[in-house]
Structures are given as structure tokens and as C-alpha cells.
């Protein structure tokens, strides 16, 4: 079966709302997800991009329009949980280091779900190491080991080779999905990528 690389920043709401989705796919169809954690400021920059909220500060029916659009998707998949950060945006380098050391433990799929409540249920301030140590230690995961690590040149490579890598493949927000060479974009994007996936199966 193919699998769906999912380029990823927890800073990114509808990164965390497709992440949502993803074992009722896995369930129906047997396709698994890759995971390609990268950093969604080192993207902006690159491309010249900004976030909705900024970039659309001046057109108020579409912000209206997303928010009403974001309810429709959480109604549709059963979200009842999700809460609009109330520090967005946050500076997400530690917890996206954090991931790239994270996948290459036991425990990657256990930090990303801690992350990803942190940040869009419990709102939770997630630039602030004291509290990133929190929701590890909440967690059971090791915070110490994993905060040093963030610190650690080559994981702090890694998430700039990953970063640099997807932005050359096109990347230019989050989520982001491959299939192979095909690029999909956006939550409500991810069903062309797993109808595309299905075609390659």
C-alpha cells in the first residue's frame, strides 16, 4: 500500500485537524501516513508566505468563511475537542526539534499526540520549555532527554534538512501530503491524496 508523507508543524491547526482523521483512513482503507516534521517559519520564510491570519487580516468574509469551514470539519469527523490556541502563533522550533529526535524512538506516536493536545485542546503556551516539560512529564515521556537533545546539532540539522527538503519539493504551508511526486495541500485536500494514493495501491 502507498503511504501519504504528511509534512507537519504542531503550530499549524489544520495540521492537527487532518492528524485527527488519520486513524479512521488507516481503518478504511489501509493506508499509513509518513511522517515529515519540518518548520512551518523556516517554510514562510523561504517561500515569502504568511500565515491565513495575517495574510487575509483584510479580507474579513474569508476568515469568517474558514471559520466557518473548520466547524463544518470538526462536526463531519466527530472533533468535538479542538480549541483555537489562545497564544497562536507559537514559536514551535523546540517542540518540532523535539519531533525530529522523537522519531527515532519507540515512543514518536505517543509525543505526537501529547503535542498536538498540548497545542489545540488544552492551549497551551508550547514555547515555554517549562511547560513542553510539563506535557512530557504528563505524558510519561522523558522530558529531560528530550529537551537536551533539542539542543543537540544534529537534530537541530535534521529539522533544517527537512525543512529545506519539502520546500524544494514545493512546500509552502501545512499540512502539506505527497503521493510519490503529486503534492496535495490543506485539510480539506486530503482526500484527493488518498484517492490518489488508492489509485497507486
Not at 500565515?51 to 472533533?79: N, W
Not at 509552502?172 to 495541500?185: L, S, W
Amino acid at each position: 500500500m502507498v503511504k501519504i508523507e504528511f509534512h507537519f508543524d504542531f503550530g499549524a491547526p489544520n495540521s492537527y485537524l487532518a492528524w485527527r482523521v488519520f486513524p479512521t483512513i488507516t481503518a478504511e482503507t489501509g493506508i499509513e501516513f509518513d511522517y515529515r516534521p519540518m518548520l512551518l517559519g523556516g517554510v514562510f520564510k523561504a517561500t515569502n508566505n504568511q500565515p491565513p491570519m495575517m495574510a487575509l487580516k483584510d479580507v474579513p468574509s474569508k476568515l469568517a468563511y474558514q471559520e466557518a469551514e473548520t466547524h463544518r470539519f470538526c462536526t463531519i469527523h466527530g472533533i468535538s475537542d479542538y480549541r483555537f490556541n489562545p497564544h497562536f502563533p507559537v514559536n514551535t522550533l523546540t517542540i518540532m526539534r523535539g519531533a525530529i529526535y522523537a522519531q527515532r524512538q519507540p515512543w514518536f506516536s505517543d509525543y505526537v499526540s501529547a503535542m498536538y493536545a498540548a497545542m489545540w485542546e488544552q492551549g497551551l503556551k508550547m514555547d515555554d520549555p517549562a511547560v513542553v516539560a510539563e506535557v512530557l512529564n504528563a505524558a510519561g515521556l522523558p522530558a529531560d532527554e528530550l529537551l537536551a537533545a533539542t539542543q543537540d546539532p544534529a537534530i537541530k540539522q535534521g529539522l533544517v534538512t527537512n525543512t529545506e527538503a519539502t520546500v524544494a519539493r514545493g512546500t509552502f504551508g501545512a499540512p502539506t501530503f505527497f503521493v510519490g511526486d503529486e503534492q496535495f495541500f490543506g485539510k480539506d485536500k486530503l482526500r484527493d491524496a488518498v484517492e490518489w494514493a488508492q489509485r497507486g495501491a
